[in-house]
């Protein structure tokens, strides 16, 4: 078939693309095109094959090949936006950044403008993975509370944009002056927080509909202060946090009673750092540099790299996350309450050394006492709900970011004529520093990606994204089965497993192995990229979800 194509252009090449002086030349055993033009026909036809005979091709289970990129995140409107963004090119830094702007508006109980966050980047041509933190009130929490996620979205484009600035912001702004559907997301948010809202409020004011009660599931909803500000970020960003923009949002936080200082916003600076690395082999497993991302690069190092998932049959795998999340959440838990000495602890912390300590009294059947590392042992932070977003693009670069706002809607005060719902203060349970969790892990020496995700809704997200990550690499489950397990975690304080509802025979195999159990709603929401061989553009074989216990959406190119 294939031989018979290659023939038939070659001849019609020879009548057509020739010069009639030239045919003869061409065609006879010692013209100078002889050797050629077969070679350059072949080769152009067996390129032009790949492009139409691969790159829509489904192959076994849900792994599509030859993807050409994609996104996945909390909100369907926002993902509908980055979409587009990677169909004209853009990057995957790109796709996240216009997600994240068209969330601030269809999902601000979470990113709000006035939130924080972190990403974590794949730089493909340097071969290295970098992390951008950026938290409303500091990594400490004890600074006041500063919008902090327009300025990191920024400096996200700086290094890795491709698309214009302005291009990002647009669709986020139309939707606020215009209008959009109210998701259903942001309805079951809106109802969550409603006892906190009260109807007189600029936030019952601004979320209410004609009648006067609060928005519901596909409403129209406009915002025209949130896209007056978004038009300034649109048109010159660092007018926002600068000149006569930074003092409009001073006065407007002021006004709400959350005060911040002009020195407050110059000091709220999102921070390019090296991420957490757990390797073993040529694989390399990347976390944020913050207390979640050390609890996760923890259970990923006990679990993964010292083999503990791998030696565990599936009746014992329910015991094993409940002991490793007990152990990661008091040998590392302590730095959710001191993050400032995190950075420096981290290689300590993951090293074989401290992890063979923690796993010295594990009983594979029971549940053991251990040795609570000096300064763990304190309680797990609360649920603060939190959204996500992750992009690929056709390039091989990646992009997770995760968004909080210190709690569900925040402080529910909203900076007045600018639309921004401001975050909450971090408290002593140190809402926000565990309110998204992302990983990367990589094929270091061939500098693919194979695995991204990014998990949001309590301090049982990095625990539930490294197992995840576990079903999919060791157990050859693909996304949609990996995600779908029932899903449970052990703050160690209190000293109970919470596990979701309706897994009877779950249940009684942990209190079986000597654990209390406690059912709980569905926890945690996560969105995940699996490429078993590694991502490498339109040559991939990959999958892309989101959970079915949100109300997110994925979308593959």
Known sequence: MIMARIRMHFNMLKLKSMPRHTIKQATGTTGRFANVLPVLVL????????????????????????????????????????????????????????????????LPSAASLGGGGACLVIDREKNKVESLTFMAGGMDGNRPVVPANVRAMYALHAKYGQLPWRQLVAPAENMARFGA?????????????????????????????????????????????????????????????????????????????????????????????????????????????????????????????????????????PHLIAEVSRRSMAGAGRWLHSPAELEKAAPSVVSEKRTEALMASFDSGRKTKFAIPEGGGHPAPVDQGGASVIAADQFGQAVACSFTMNGLMGSVRIAPKTGIIIAARPDPAMRGMSSGSLMVLRYDDQNQLEFMASATGGAAAPITMVTVALRAMLDKQNLEKASRAPRLFAPMIPDQVLMESGNRGLAKTLENAGHRVAPVSAMIRLNGFFCPAGFDGHRSRCELRTDRRGFGFASQL
């Not at 109210?182 to 809106?190: E, G, P, Q």
């Not at 200082?261 to 913050?290: E, H, M």
């Open 43 to 106: 080769v152009s036809l067996l390129l032009a094959g790949c492009d139409s005979m691969v790159i829509f091709k489904r192959e076994a289970r849900d792994y599509v090949a030859g993807f050409a990129g994609g996104v996945a995140g909390d909100e369907p409107s926002a993902v509908l936006v980055a979409q587009k963004i990677l169909k004209g090119e853009g990057s995957a830094a790109d796709a996240a950044i216009a997600a994240y702007f068209a969330m601030s508006v269809t």
């Open 181 to 317: 559907p109210v998701s259903r997301a942001f309805a079951r948010d809106l109802v969550a927080a409603q006892g906190h809202i009260t109807p007189s409020s600029d936030m019952g004011r601004t979320f209410a509909n004609r009648q006067g009660r609060l928005v519901r599931e596909g409403d129209n909803l406009r915002q025209l202060d949130l896209a007056a500000t978004l038009s300034i970020i649109r048109g010159r960003p660092a007018a926002f946090f600068s000149g006569p923009g930074k003092q409009r949002i001073i006065r407007a936080y002021g006004a709400a009673g959350m005060p911040i200082s002009s020195a407050d916003v110059d000091r709220a600076r999102p921070v390019w750092k090296a991420p957490i690395t757990v390797r073993r082999g040529n694989q390399a497993a990347d976390f944020l540099p913050t207390p979640a991302g050390l609890v996760g690069a923890q259970a990923w190092a006990m679990m993964y790299r010292d083999g503990a998932w791998k030696s565990a049959n599936n009746r014992e795998k």
